[in-house]
């Protein structure tokens, strides 16, 4: 498994979101108009991958905010591991159990856009 929609790292010189899987990744691009890319979890953040960041002033990163049973947020640590990889990153905060597809079905794209934009 690779990164979703490399394509968008062509489309912006300044700010790139990073979400977490393919959906949310197009609902971003698409219908936010940020461009993104996806990945699919926790254990797919290559080490290779800040490589392809190089350059952005600004890393917005979009991972599901699910608390799952087991005490485990895979989504958040996601987000830290990133943070952790990339000087420019900036987490956003999902509300709880939201994703980039709830957050805008549920409230359209000006809360995602400005989060993305700073």
């Given at each position: 498994v690779g990164m979703?929609?490399?394509v968008d790292l062509h489309a912006s010189e300044n700010v790139i979101a990073v979400c977490e899987g393919?959906?949310?990744?197009l609902v971003m691009s698409a219908l936010?108009?940020?461009?993104?890319v996806g990945v699919a979890g926790v254990s797919q953040w290559k080490p290779w991958f800040p490589k392809?960041?190089?350059g952005f002033d600004r890393v917005v990163v979009f991972a599901d905010n699910d608390l799952k049973e087991?005490?485990?947020?895979p989504g958040m640590e996601l987000a830290k591991r990133i943070k952790e990889d990339l000087e420019?990153?900036?987490?956003?905060n999902l509300p709880m159990n939201n994703?980039?597809?709830?957050?805008?079905?549920d409230g359209g794209k000006d809360?995602?856009?400005?989060?993305a934009m700073g």
């Open positions: 979703f929609n490399v393919e959906l949310d990744t936010v108009g940020v461009p993104a392809m960041f190089e087991d005490g485990r947020n420019s990153a900036v987490i956003v994703d980039v597809n709830q957050v805008f079905l809360w995602l856009l400005e989060r």
